[in-house]
């Protein structure tokens, strides 16, 4: 079986699966299939939830709006993605949605929104970014999707911070300007953080608090200023390609 069948419809469901079971699609679910996707009875599908692999489906029509589907067999073991979390300053809604969905096809395993000091938007719409995280992981193939944290202050983030893992923080001040270089003193395949602030910077003071830390490991993200969408974008392809399962 090939790592993912890109002429196969893939959809995310929350029910446990396993040979037999039928599971009743969401009145969106049953829009997308059969009005989107044009479906009709006895299509097949692949189906996935995170945790039990990936399945072969069919569709069974029950009128012109609903529909079930009936879980045949599976055809991929479930596996994790590398432990790495983004933590970012929220965005404006486009440039979000688009950090968002690279992050998940990236294999981010946690998305983690951290209010700054410059942070511009103050709320977050977690509920549209698991939206985007699940269409993005519906469409690169995936077989799991980010989870999705409450926005945090920054020092609340460093005051409770999870042993063992090292937190990435990108800042254009950083001592040393090849984050490839830098990157490589860390342990392949060991749980990582990464944090991407806000288009206006970390403050004086954020970035001293930032350093004072043991498990902060400051990088460079090169010689340009870019957006954050792009910094996450390109720190976590860093990150993959130098201590992550790009290796």
Request: charged content about 20%.
């Amino acid at each position: 079986m090939p790592i993912h069948d890109i002429s196969a419809q893939r959809l995310f469901v929350e029910s446990p699966l396993q040979a037999g079971a039928s599971i009743t699609c969401s009145k969106d679910q049953a829009h997308y299939l059969l009005n989107v996707l044009r479906a009709h009875d006895g299509d097949t599908l692949l189906v996935f939830n995170g945790h039990d692999g990936e399945w072969r489906a069919t569709i069974q029509v029950a009128g012109k709006r609903a529909c079930c589907i009936m879980v045949q067999e599976q055809v991929r073991g479930q596996h994790a993605g590398p432990d790495i979390h983004l933590l970012f300053a929220p965005l404006k809604r486009a440039r979000l949605d688009y950090m968002v969905q690279k992050a998940t096809e990236l294999g981010v395993a946690r998305l983690r929104p951290v209010l700054t000091q410059h942070t511009v938007p103050d709320r977050v719409n977690t509920e549209r970014m698991r939206a985007n995280v699940i269409e993005a992981a519906e469409q690169c193939g995936i077989l799991y999707v980010p989870d999705i944290s409450d926005p945090v202050r920054l020092g609340k983030v460093l005051q409770d911070w999870e042993t063992g893992r090292t937190l990435i923080f990108c800042d254009e001040g950083a001592a040393i300007s090849n984050p490839v270089a830098s990157l490589s003193t860390l342990e392949s395949q060991s749980p990582v953080a990464i944090l991407i602030g806000p288009e206006g910077g970390f403050s004086c003071d954020e970035r001293a608090q930032l350093n004072s830390h043991a498990f902060v490991h400051t990088i460079s993200l090169g010689p340009r200023v870019i957006r954050a969408d792009t910094a996450a974008t390109a720190a976590l392809a860093l990150i993959n390609a130098t201590i992550g399962d790009w290796r």
